[in-house]
């Protein structure tokens, strides 16, 4: 019973944040990943600032950072 406990206590609890234009999902106190469904710029919902749960980004930031990023520029 010992060793499920402490499986349990080692398992993230995993919530959805909501405000008026997104979505924030959160891994225990990291936030991993925003659903956007309102924004001035863009006209339709997006994921943006994804992480995994180690923390690493996996997507670009919202907004955009010239030259930062986890993602490589197109090829010419």
């Not at 995993?14 to 991993?32: C, K, Y």
């Not at 600032?49 to 990023?69: D, L």
Request: charged share 25%.
């Amino acid at each position: 019973m010992g060793a499920r406990a402490s499986a349990d206590a080692d398992e993230a609890k995993w919530t959805i944040e909501r405000n008026e234009r997104q979505l924030a999902i959160r891994d225990g106190d990291h936030r991993v990943a925003e659903f956007v469904f309102q924004d001035a710029k863009i006209p339709r919902p997006f994921f943006a600032n994804v992480h995994a749960t180690n923390g690493i980004p996996v997507s670009r930031s919202h907004p955009p950072v010239s030259g930062k990023g986890p993602c490589l520029p197109l090829a010419a």
